[in-house]
């Protein structure tokens, strides 16, 4: 199914709600279907408008997902709003629900070894239909990369999620999603969340837009990225202006 989409800085996202999203994931996994799908947040999109490579490599995605209030903001900007937010994390958890209900096989790919353990532990726990048919932290040079893929490709799993944050996690989605016909989905720091490592922010914030603050406040060190995201709205007004 090909979903309407809106376009802030170029890139294509797609324009619907989480539940007609999912479900049209639940199809292509029943269906055996090959789908890339990029989450993005306005660092990500930012990073895109300043590097062709990475921007060529997102344009091959199947679904591109607004994910980050900021895109909902600049889309509203340009007068062609967006239905709704759509997270990776969410969608990633959803993921797994569908793969608890079809038993169908997921491989992790990133996060530090200590998460990766802790977030496989907690399918398992959480999802006890899913197999998890391979596992491999965030840190590996060329030659491991190549038995990493090796894997996915012996293994076939229905869904590989690859915590390596972007630009690497789409470059090597991009660059490897022929192996396998399955959901390959970036998915940044949610092995993090997965984990228990990080908390994510309680319901209320969420359903206020107000994540990205809770964010903030719990995780000073992340005010370091308040310039990209003024960077990224100064960008958007140019193109309103165009």
């Known amino acids: 199914m090909q979903f309407p989409t809106v376009s802030v800085l170029n890139i294509p996202f797609i324009n619907t709600t989480n539940q007609a999203f999912i479900a049209q994931l639940s199809k292509d996994l029943a269906a055996n279907e090959n789908r890339f799908i990029v989450t993005a947040n306005p660092e990500i999109a930012l990073y895109a408008t300043k590097h062709n490579d990475y921007f060529q490599t997102i344009s091959q995605a199947d679904y591109i997902t607004p994910d ?140 206020m837009h107000l994540e990205w603050f809770y964010r903030f406040a719990s995780h000073p060190s992340r005010l370091n990225r308040f310039p990209a995201l003024i960077e990224y709205m100064r960008l958007v007004k140019k193109e309103k202006k165009n």
């Not at 909902?72 to 937010?85: C, D, I, N, S, V």
Request: proline share 4%; charged share 20%.
């Open 68 to 207: 980050g209030i900021g895109i909902l903001k600049g889309a509203t900007m340009l007068g062609t709003p967006l239905t709704e937010r759509i997270t990776g994390f969410d969608t990633m958890t959803a993921l797994f629900e569908i793969a608890n209900q079809n038993s169908y096989s997921v491989y992790l790919l990133g996060a530090k070894e200590e998460v990766l353990q802790a977030a496989c532990q907690n399918v398992a726990n959480q999802y006890p239909n899913v197999t998890i048919v391979g596992q491999h932290n965030g840190y590996f040079d060329d030659q491991e990369e190549q038995k990493i893929v090796a894997d996915i490709e012996r293994t076939q799993p229905n869904i590989i999620l690859a915590a390596l944050g972007f630009p690497k996690q789409e470059t090597f989605i991009e660059a490897n999603r022929h192996k396998v016909n399955a959901i390959w989905m970036g998915v940044g720091g949610s092995f993090d969340v997965l984990s228990g490592t990080v908390s994510r922010a309680p319901k209320i914030w969420q359903k």
